[in-house]
């Protein structure tokens, strides 16, 4: 769709690919509401990713791979709020690095 919507140079010239693309193709407003939409679904993506994996903590802790005491702390809610929070800390410098 980007090769139809603009030249490669055009393209090359581009940061924000989808948004260049819809306003060739439809109008400048069309651009805006999928850059829009595409950064909603990325902070969608992220979200599950941290709230499973406070999941995934858990379940290592139960297979043995991981701290036993998660298991236990995990029955008290005290670990799954930690968990997230661990997550959002974690998160950033994978997605960096």
Avoid at 80 to 88: H, K, P, R, T
């Amino acid at each position: 769709m980007y090769l139809y919507a603009l030249s490669p140079n055009q393209l090359a010239a581009q940061t924000a690919l989808a948004d260049a693309a819809m306003a060739a193709l439809f109008s400048q407003d069309a651009g805006k509401w999928v850059s829009l939409f595409i950064g909603l679904i990325s902070f969608g993506a992220a979200s599950v990713v941290v709230l499973g994996g406070a999941r995934i903590y858990y379940s290592m802790a139960c297979d043995g791979v991981f701290f036993g005491v998660v298991q236990l702390l995990f029955r008290s809610f005290i670990f799954e709020s930690v968990a997230i929070g661990l997550n959002f800390r974690l998160l950033p410098p994978v997605l960096l690095g």
